[in-house]
């Protein structure tokens, strides 16, 4: 089993133990997932509702009241952490808060991918053949998943 990628440190600090080439792939998703963050339109895109889900399915005019309460938190919520993962992405620690902010922006990124390429619940039952054109996002996925575990794991 690999060494964790983050772990707790003196000082209430946790250690990112993340190679150059993690943090370049790491380093261009915020961005995106701002820039899908900035689209209104949740209804027409499956990637929104994955992440503003309503919570008053059979009930257009709740499901509009509550989304009118909320939304606008939700959203500032993970422009922050987006924000923090951009800034510290270079850093080798975090304090708890931006180790927060990550593992806001990492679970955010796992949603996304996952509605994009259809991760099923339960993983095992996730089929990759060679040559499946979702093979690299799939890895991506992956190892958001084990990056998200290590950061729990830490802050536990």
């Known amino acids: 089993m690999p060494p964790a990628r983050v772990k707790r440190v003196?000082?209430?600090r946790f250690a990112l133990r993340i190679t150059?080439?993690?943090?370049?792939?790491?380093r261009s998703l915020p961005a995106q997932l701002r820039e899908l963050l900035t689209e209104r339109d949740v209804a027409?895109?499956?990637?929104?509702?994955?992440?503003?889900?309503?919570?008053?399915p059979d009930d257009?005019?709740?499901?509009?009241?509550?989304?009118?309460?909320?939304?606008?938190?939700l959203m500032a919520e993970r422009l922050a952490a987006i924000e923090v993962m951009e800034r510290t992405i270079d850093s080798d620690k975090l304090s708890e808060e931006e180790l927060l902010a990550w593992l806001s922006a990492i679970n955010d990124l796992r949603l996304?991918?996952?509605?994009?390429?259809?991760?099923?619940?339960?993983?095992?039952?996730l089929e990759v053949h060679h040559g499946d054109p979702?093979?690299?996002?799939?890895?991506?996925?992956?190892y958001l998943s084990i990056l998200e575990e290590d950061a729990v794991a830490a802050l536990s």
């Open 134 to 142: 979702r093979a690299e996002s799939l890895a991506l996925y992956a």
């Open 10 to 12: 003196r000082g209430g």
């Open 112 to 125: 996304v991918l996952g509605t994009r390429l259809d991760v099923p619940e339960d993983l095992s039952d």
């Open 44 to 56: 027409a895109n499956p990637d929104l509702r994955r992440l503003f889900p309503t919570a008053y």
């Open 20 to 26: 150059a080439s993690e943090r370049d792939v790491l």
């Open 60 to 73: 257009p005019e709740k499901a509009a009241e509550y989304d009118g309460m909320v939304r606008d938190d």
